[in-house]
């Protein structure tokens, strides 16, 4: 339904213009009151309660007002992800490509926590968690060859908690 923009009773004097484009009909329309506006009359999907959106999605009311919304990002203040920035907790991260979500540290390990080397998959189920895992190189250096037996320390071990590994530590952000 086309209806005014401010004065919703006033009716439509003539219509200049109407034509399919891109799949939608295309239309201009003067009111009574000489206002001419263009319409571009996509349809969208009817609202659902519990339903995600993503932005960009065009959705209208269930209630059949004649209106459409388009979804818009709520990321304004956010920084989207980037490598190897430091992670606190309670940062909010949203991905680098919007996917409607943001992300939330619920959970930072290791002394310098960072984000890591490349983005994660960021999942869109509600409750999922992302653990970025991030190589952070050890205190302890291997002697070089010939200056003596190496032993590694017993607390040194690889990124997935197992064994000793003479060059590697652990350093883990989880955001929920």
Partial sequence: MIRHPSAADTPIKDIHFALPFLG??????????????????????????????LPGTLVRPSNGNGLAYRVESDRAGYVPWAPNVARALGDVVVPIVDNGYRYVATEVIGDSP??????????????????????????????EAGAGSATVPPSVTDRYGHGNAANSTASNTEIR
């Fill in 24 to 53: 939608y009909l295309y239309v201009v329309a003067e009111f009574e009151d000489g206002l001419v506006r263009h319409y571009w009359l996509e349809k969208g999907e009817e609202w659902l309660p519990g339903h995600v959106y």
């Fill in 114 to 143: 960072r984000s890591g080397t490349s983005e994660p998959v960021w999942p869109t189920n509600p409750g999922e968690v992302v653990i970025e895992e991030v190589d952070a190189q050890a205190q302890y250096t291997v002697p």
